[in-house]
Each structure stands twice: as C-alpha cells, then as structure tokens.
C-alpha cells in the first residue's frame, strides 16, 4: 500500500502566532509529526504543504518533501482542509510520477502520537477494510445545550463511567490522524466518506493545539512521554 502523508502548516496562525514553527519540548511543533510519519514503516512519502517559506525550509531540515509552495488561495483562514489536501495529491503524484493509493493527513497541532501510532492506524485500516479512518479518543463528558436548556444523557439516572456499555460510548475527533483512500478523497471531496472506522488513541493524543493554554499542557505531555 503506497501511503502520502500530508502535513498542513500555513504560515499565519491567530490563535498561536507563529505556532508551527515555535519550540515544543525542544523542537519546532511541525517537527514532531515530520519525524513520527517518518519513522512509520507504512508511510511512502512524508509531504508538508505550506504557503511560508520559513516553514518549508524547517520542514525540509527534519527531512519532509516541500517540492511546491501552497497557493494564497489555500492559505486563508477560511481555506478547508480538503482542497489542500486534493491540491498536494495532484503535485506529489505528478512529481514522483505515481499514483497513491491511500492519503494520511496529520495535523501538526496533534502533535503527540505515541510510537507506533500510526502504523497502528494504518494496520486498522486495512483491516477494516474502511474507506476513510479517523483517530478518536473516548469522551466520558456530559453534554448539556443551553437554548432550550437540555441534556444529552439521563441526568435522572446519571450513569457512572464503568457503566457505560460499549453502544452508549462517546468518542471524541482528535484531529490527529486521518486516512483517507485516494479514490474516495477524490470522488467525494472530504476526507471521511464511505465505509468510515475510528482509531482509539490514548488519552494524552488527543490533545490539539489552539491557544497558549493548549501549548503549555501538550509541552507538559510531551516531556512526561519523553521521559518515560
């Protein structure tokens, strides 16, 4: 199975300034998922799509591909992930002069995946024979809804984790990873469709980067998984 990796890293970031190239645990951000997708034994090609020339140069010094700069147009803030996505397939298959046969996004604001990880991911793939994989971690959350005020569980009977049985089990989209067949990404457009499996990951990946907050507790992941 021929696999892309692409990791989308536009230059201007609001929430984080400068987030994909500021130092996490003693490493640009961007850098953890350049090497975790190349150290994976099913990745073919490990790509960074970016419209910032800072960032392909970092990208390209941890060993990723930058052969092309993304479009302004895809480099907005209200750009989608998908157009990235189907644009960075068109350039790298036209480059390398091959088709791929399955598409891993990973998103450098999740940037704490434990070893093994994505092959994992990979290995669930295809042995569900899925057409799109998404990584989820399980939500032991309630949920509440504020007009009308409303609950999305039984607050009458309000279960305790160990409970739970699997059918009534929440997972929550980490942003992580997703696998996506080529085919399907570009018939339908998006990165889940058709026959759809989630990944269970670890607590501590679920984490995504958005603000200051989200910087300092993933740091403080990083460095306990590190240390271990």
Same mark, same amino acid.
């Given at each position: 199975? %021929?696999v892309?990796a692409?990791?989308?890293?536009?230059?201007g %970031? /609001?929430?984080?300034?400068?987030?994909?190239?500021?130092?996490?645990?003693? /490493?640009p951000?961007?850098?953890? %998922?350049?090497?975790?997708?190349l +150290?994976?034994?099913?990745?073919?090609?490990?790509?960074?799509?970016?419209d910032?020339e800072?960032?392909? #140069?970092?990208?390209?010094?941890?060993?990723?591909?930058?052969?092309?700069?993304?479009?302004?147009?895809?480099a907005? #803030?209200? +750009?989608?992930?998908?157009?990235?996505?189907? !644009?960075?397939?068109e350039?790298?298959? +036209?480059i390398?002069?091959r088709?791929y046969?399955?598409?891993?996004?990973?998103?450098?604001?999740?940037?704490?995946?434990?070893?093994?990880t994505?092959?994992?991911?990979?290995?669930a793939?295809?042995? #569900?024979?899925a057409d799109?994989?998404?990584?989820v971690?399980?939500? !032991?959350?309630?949920?509440?809804q504020?007009?009308?005020?409303?609950a999305?569980?039984d607050?009458?009977?309000?279960?305790?984790?160990?409970?739970?049985?699997?059918?009534d089990r !929440?997972?929550?989209?980490t942003? %992580? *990873?997703y696998?996506?067949?080529?085919?399907?990404l570009?018939e339908?457009r998006?990165? *889940?469709?058709?026959?759809?499996?989630?990944?269970?990951?670890?607590?501590?990946e679920?984490?995504?980067?958005?603000?200051?907050? #989200?910087?300092?507790?993933?740091?403080a992941?990083? /460095?306990?998984e590190?240390?271990?």
């Amino acid at each position: 199975m %021929s696999v892309l990796a692409i990791i989308p890293a536009r230059g201007g %970031s /609001k929430g984080v300034p400068g987030k994909n190239l500021r130092l996490l645990a003693g /490493k640009p951000l961007i850098a953890w %998922s350049i090497e975790q997708a190349l +150290a994976a034994k099913g990745v073919s090609d490990v790509l960074v799509s970016t419209d910032a020339e800072d960032i392909a #140069d970092v990208a390209r010094s941890f060993g990723a591909d930058v052969p092309f700069l993304r479009p302004a147009e895809l480099a907005t #803030d209200t +750009a989608p992930t998908e157009p990235v996505m189907l !644009h960075a397939v068109e350039r790298m298959e +036209a480059i390398r002069r091959r088709r791929y046969e399955t598409i891993l996004l990973l998103q450098p604001t999740s940037p704490l995946r434990l070893p093994g990880t994505i092959d994992g991911a990979l290995r669930a793939f295809a042995a #569900d024979n899925a057409d799109s994989l998404l990584g989820v971690v399980e939500s !032991h959350a309630f949920f509440w809804q504020a007009d009308p005020v409303r609950a999305s569980y039984d607050y009458t009977n309000r279960p305790r984790r160990q409970d739970i049985v699997e059918s009534d089990r !929440h997972y929550r989209e980490t942003g %992580s *990873l997703y696998l996506t067949k080529r085919d399907i990404l570009l018939e339908k457009r998006n990165r *889940l469709a058709g026959r759809i499996a989630l990944y269970r990951m670890r607590e501590c990946e679920g984490w995504e980067i958005d603000s200051e907050i #989200d910087f300092e507790i993933v740091e403080a992941l990083m /460095k306990q998984e590190l240390s271990k």
